[in-house]
């Protein structure tokens, strides 16, 4: 089903890009030079004017699933919503649907106790769809093994899935009481090495200081086990790549591991690196294949997703949940720009009660992966984004 919907609004704004790296990797020696550097480097600035175009592909309420309220009774159907992660695998689009269910897999209002994962092709035609127990909070792709990973439940009672081959398979994790005592989220694949952010440490009691932040998962697809490993811990050390803490070594204090992913080779800083966002604490963690040389950028705003553009030209495939939509922004992209989901609600100061006064609703933003500063982008048309992925 192809479903098109062009909306209009055009937001004047500044687009920052990702600057050019200092002569020691992930350090640079003052905030102030840091700035200047990022002026004089950048190819792209003369490009912030341009502006983005936002077209919508996928409605959930056109889409439905069947469930059994508590898991018990006769069936019901409803439509989907809050479309969250979003990964491309085989030139197609995978969306996490999550339909009301909370964060350790509490029953929707409905009654519903199932997340939608839907194949869609990258003009919103739908492929296949398939319903699992439990909130999609995190996804990645394998394609090297041609998988679909999910997790659910990012803050306690979670468990992951894999769909291969139009096969849904169900993994728990092992131990079964995850050391840092919250769930799972975000996935990315760096070299065959799964790498899942530990979300919402202490949800089930106190996290030690050392937990971990990430794990490496290995799947056993005999057992239906996915075992954990530390990868870095939450109180892990790293190097200050921006101001106040610029070139010295910290200690981290991280209290909301979300999403991550890896950095494109086309970057032009942290080429190649595994990041981790800690969205409350505004930190994003670039970490080598080893889990070690850490380096810490500090970001003026709390993101979400963040997406690279790897080419000029290509499209921004986004998820706006409160729409219950998936979009694709469209335009002429500065190459190793950093995009983002920016998400101001998910500050650690953020009111109970958001968006409110000094706490807007989502936007698309740029990081500038010197300065840490976060810019606003152009666009012609309205989204909330909240997962983001570029697709050349």
Request: with cysteine; net charge negative; charged share 10%.
């Amino acid at each position: 089903m192809n479903i098109y919907s062009l909306r209009r609004n055009t937001w004047l704004s500044v687009t920052v890009v990702a600057a050019g790296l200092a002569a020691t990797a992930g350090c640079t020696s003052s905030s102030s030079s840091s700035s200047t550097s990022a002026s004089a480097s950048s190819p792209s600035l003369s490009a912030t004017s341009k502006t983005l175009t936002v077209k919508q592909i996928v409605l959930g309420t056109t889409l439905r699933h069947s469930y059994r309220p508590g898991g018990n009774g006769a069936a019901r159907t409803e439509d989907l919503t809050q479309p969250d992660d979003i990964v491309t695998l085989g030139g197609n689009l995978y969306i996490g649907f999550q339909n009301g269910v909370g964060s350790q897999g509490e029953a929707s209002a409905s009654g519903n106790l199932d997340s939608t994962l839907v194949e869609v092709t990258r003009a919103g035609s739908v492929v296949k769809q398939w319903d699992v127990t439990g909130k999609i909070d995190g996804m990645g792709a394998d394609s090297a093994t041609g998988q679909v990973i999910a997790t659910v439940n990012e803050d306690s009672k979670s468990s992951l899935y894999t769909a291969s081959g139009g096969t849904i398979t169900h993994y728990t994790y092992t131990p079964s009481s995850l050391p840092h005592l919250g769930g799972t989220d975000a996935v990315a694949v760096d070299q065959g090495k799964i790498l899942i952010s530990a979300s919402a440490p202490g949800t089930s009691g106190k996290a030690p200081a050392s937990a971990p932040a990430v794990f490496v998962v290995t799947l056993n697809a005999g057992a239906k086990t996915a075992a954990v490993a530390s990868f870095f811990a939450d109180n892990a050390t790293a190097t200050g790549v921006n101001a106040p803490n610029a070139g010295q070594k910290v200690t981290l204090a991280l209290t909301d591991p979300d999403s991550n992913g890896i950095v494109p080779p086309g970057s032009p800083q942290f080429a190649g690196d595994f990041m981790l966002n800690s969205q409350g604490d505004q930190e994003l963690i670039f970490s080598g294949a080893s889990g070690q040389n850490l380096q810490v950028l500090k970001v003026s705003d709390p993101v979400d997703d963040v997406a690279w553009a790897t080419s000029a030209s290509g499209s921004l495939y986004t998820t706006d949940s409160g729409a219950d939509t998936v979009d694709a922004i469209t335009g002429s992209f500065p190459p190793g720009t950093a995009y983002a989901a920016v998400t101001p609600c998910n500050a650690n100061s953020a009111p109970t009660v958001c968006p409110a006064t000094g706490y807007p609703a989502n936007s698309l933003g740029t990081i500038n992966l010197t300065t840490g500063a976060v810019g606003k982008v152009a666009l012609d048309g309205l989204v909330t984004p909240k997962g983001l992925i570029f697709v050349p």
